[in-house]
């Protein structure tokens, strides 16, 4: 699954900026190509409109820090770049194109996409990648298509996450349920929808997601009586997982970072986090665990061929905790986990 977040679009377009030519004004097709349009507009410091705005001949706002030159309105000396963040089938920019050429627009126009699919490239002038499919971006993530084949949790997702006064399994809990505030709707009909809810909230979240128009195929909750038998089953991330692998969804939308990383590493599949707005892979942290080690140890290898006396206990520490103090931080954090755990099963009779 390739993944593009805001932060990468960002780095892309400062990096793309070095070979893209001058324009006199930049024209985002709404509403994800305004995205990048703004981006460039900022950092180019020209004029931005959408593609309405061009044909009415009518600029956004620019503030007081904006120094360039007006506009010269239906020239075709003016160089205009009408840009969208991708281009897949081509549909919205060839619709585009046809509105302009039988308008009789007289400027020096050319299109652009961040991102193209290897069937679009002549499709528009300039773009900066090509992206293969399956491919999703941060920005468009909850109106995507995929969402059809996707699980997505419901509690930081949907809505924000109950607070810890109303999380009582009682009536704040029934409260936050119904008047809970929506936080990122989807405009697409969801595969799945995986929470740690309760079955016996079913009705009240399935009332929720009728009042913000929310579609689904299927509500998957944890069938438990209770917060303490929920609690007392262990591993909210086992449960997801399960549902996961057994559904051949090809995407899990989840809020929580640790369970993320759970539900990538079981089941081995892309796992999108809404905490940390990442795509997380399957064993993709222990990747980047090992790549910054092998750096920090060769950073310190170069550092002690200079100054060897001032580095060595450096790098003598950085050893030591890492390979044998942090491992029995672990295995002691997990013999406590499990003795708490046994207590907890004793305490319950079981």
Known sequence: MKYKSFCDLNKDIKKWLLTLP????????????????????????????????????????????????????NSDKTRVLIIDDSVWSGRQINIIKKKIKDLNIKYNIKYAAVYVAPTA????????????????????????????????DIDGVLCRDPLEEENDDGERYKQFIQNADEYMIPTKKIGW???????????????WLKKHNVKYNHLIMMPFDSKEERIRAGNYADF????????????????????AVEIANKSG?????????????????????IENTKSLLSKGMREFKK????????????IF??????????????????RKSSD???????
């Open 344 to 350: 907890n099963n004793a305490e319950a009779g079981i």
């Open 269 to 289: 599949k892309s796992v999108f986090c809404v905490e940390t707005n990442e795509m997380i892979q399957p064993g993709s942290l222990i990747k980047n665990k």
């Open 321 to 338: 905790n890492r390979f044998f103090l942090t491992p029995i931080y672990i295995i002691g954090d997990k013999m406590k986990k499990k």
């Open 121 to 152: 490239t002549r499709i528009v002038d300039f773009y900066y990648e090509i992206l293969n499919p399956p491919r999703v971006f941060e920005w468009n993530i909850m109106h995507h298509g995929i969402l059809e084949n996707s699980c997505v």
């Open 240 to 259: 997801k997982t399960k549902i996961y692998k057994n559904t051949n969804a090809e995407l899990f939308i989840e809020s929580s970072f640790k369970q």
């Open 307 to 318: 100054h060897p006396i001032k580095t060595l206990p450096k790098i003598t520490g950085y």
């Open 193 to 207: 929808l995986v929470t740690s809810r309760l079955e016996k909230y079913r009705s009240l979240t399935e009332e």
């Open 22 to 73: 001058k324009v006199d004004l930049v024209v985002g097709i709404p509403r994800s190509g305004l995205i990048p349009a703004t981006l460039i507009s900022l950092y180019r410091n020209i004029p931005l409109t959408d593609v309405e705005g061009l044909i009415e001949k009518r600029l956004f706002s620019t503030g007081k820090r904006y120094t360039g030159k007006e506009i010269e309105w």
